[in-house]
């Protein structure tokens, strides 16, 4: 039997050499996305697309007033940019999307 498992300790990436990788680089990153009071809406998707084009890693910073969970946006997130959540730290989502052409962390 499994010990349970905290929803503090939920991790959306599988922990490998590339997600360590990228919590390294991440670290000193600043938010590009904010979500705000209206959740993940069409046009935050749509920011967070393009800037995942433009950087490869980027932090997304949820809002207090934000009406969903961090777990729950950052599974949004995930299916609908096709991206995947290297970690999860209070209220901030490092997000990353392999670029086809010049990719900088594989």
Known sequence: MSAPTSPKKQSLMP????????RGAGHALAPVVQIGKEGPSAAVLKQIRQALGDHELIKIKIGT??????????????????????????????????DPETARFE
């Open 65 to 98: 007033e934000c009406p969903q969970s961090r777990f729950e946006v950052a599974d949004h997130l995930a299916a609908e940019s096709g991206a995947a959540v290297a970690q999860v730290l209070g209220r901030t989502l490092l997000v990353y999307k392999r």
């Open 15 to 22: 922990s490998t050499p590339l997600r360590r990788k990228l």
